[in-house]
């Protein structure tokens, strides 16, 4: 059972080039989210998606872009990567919440560095 | 605006010790929250949480423990492992259909249990 899984694991960047980062879960989770963890910031909600080709905006949006085709890919775009990218990129997945717990299952990241 | 914040960054424990982890959140809406485990070079991994309408919740060595008044939560592990070394994160969310399982993290706390 893989889980939450994210491609690919590492890369680096130059500045203004653009990249997808995929995720992709075999859980049948209707809810997905990308978020970008930093030091001393925790982890930040960029884009989430509550269903197949839906998708929102979450804390920090600003220079991603983000589709949601199929159910269960989601998929993170920088159309031109910026040094303040830099960041380990997290996707998760849950089921949808019917007012119980429904903990997001987390893949291993993305490490993105942008020179 | 923080508004979950895990305000020491890190913690030192004996193994076989009690380890200690706090959390304050200042958003009143805030119905339920979730404690994460990181380990490096791996995602976060749900580790216990808490509804509202409760004081406390145990899952073996772990106990959450909620103060609502005080917006005030903690996590007890005892006894402490040297396994249990991880990076810790709290995190919160509203109830209800239009969260969407938004989850908001603080900071995290790095645990290190001695041998």
């Known amino acids: 059972n893989a889980g939450v899984t994210q491609t690919p694991k590492f890369r680096v960047l130059k500045t203004g080039q653009s990249m997808t980062l995929l995720c992709a879960q075999d859980m049948n989770h209707e809810y997905m989210y990308w978020y970008r963890q930093d030091p001393g910031m925790g982890l930040r909600l960029i884009h989430y998606s509550v269903g197949e080709g839906t998708t929102a905006k979450g804390e920090v949006p600003d220079g991603y872009n983000v589709s949601r085709l199929k159910k269960q890919n989601f998929l993170l775009g920088l159309e031109s990567a910026a040094p303040s990218q830099t960041s380990v990129y997290f996707c998760?997945?849950?089921?949808?919440?019917?007012?119980?717990?429904?903990?997001?299952?987390f893949g291993d990241g993305t490490r993105l560095s942008i020179l | 605006d923080q508004q979950v914040k895990q305000n020491s960054p890190s913690l030192s424990v004996q193994e076989g010790r009690i380890s200690i982890l706090n959390c304050d959140y200042t958003?009143?809406?805030?119905?339920?929250f979730l404690w994460y485990k990181k380990y490096p070079a791996e995602g976060p991994t749900f580790l216990i949480s808490?509804?509202?309408?409760?004081d406390k919740n145990e899952d073996g060595r772990f106990t959450v423990f909620l103060n609502k008044s005080a917006k005030h939560l903690s996590l007890h592990i005892v006894p402490s492992q040297p396994g249990d070394s991880a990076v810790y994160f709290c995190?919160?969310?509203?109830?209800?259909?239009?969260?969407?399982?938004?989850?908001?993290f603080g900071q995290g706390t790095i645990l290190t249990v001695h041998p």
């Open positions: 998760a997945s849950s089921l949808r919440d019917r007012g119980w717990d429904q903990p997001q299952h």
């Open positions: 958003n009143s809406m805030f119905d339920y």
């Open positions: 808490i509804s509202s309408i409760k």
């Open positions: 995190a919160a969310r509203r109830a209800g259909g239009t969260s969407y399982g938004k989850l908001t």
